[in-house]
């Protein structure tokens, strides 16, 4: 199972970014799939997660209502639109999934069985 992360950049605040997430690899389902970050001296954060099922969602609470997270089961695929960007959201952003049935919407990294290699998003100011 391979994830691959793209989308990162070099953006001012105010602005916005659009993460995506292909999971390859041998013939399998996702059922949850998540982003999370990781600022320099910092641990790794929970940022947004989906559950394909019904597509439920959730969010860290410093991010809810700017970013949003969208994706397609079928292709393996995952989005994070990021709006409204702030210099604390500068980090690492990977995306994870879940290969294994849950029948909640998941925002814990040791739930995540898969990681990508992450992509890093800089915001200045």
């Known amino acids: 199972v391979q994830l691959q992360a793209s989308g990162g950049g070099l953006v001012q605040v105010g602005g916005s970014l659009r993460l995506s997430c292909v999971v390859s690899g041998r013939a399998f389902s996702t059922y949850s799939m998540g982003w999370f970050r990781q600022a320099p001296g910092k641990e790794c954060e929970f940022v947004a997660s989906i559950r394909w099922s019904g597509y439920s969602t959730v969010y860290a609470d410093s991010v809810k209502g700017r970013f949003t997270i969208s994706g397609d089961s079928g292709k393996n695929t995952v989005y994070l639109q990021m709006h409204n960007l702030k210099p604390e959201d500068t980090a690492i952003y990977y995306c994870?999934?879940?290969?294994?049935?849950?029948?909640?919407?998941?925002?814990?990294?040791?739930?995540?069985?898969?990681w990508g290699q992450g992509t890093q998003v800089t915001v200045s100011s």
């Open positions: 994870a999934a879940r290969t294994i049935y849950s029948g909640y919407v998941l925002r814990n990294s040791a739930d995540f069985g898969s």
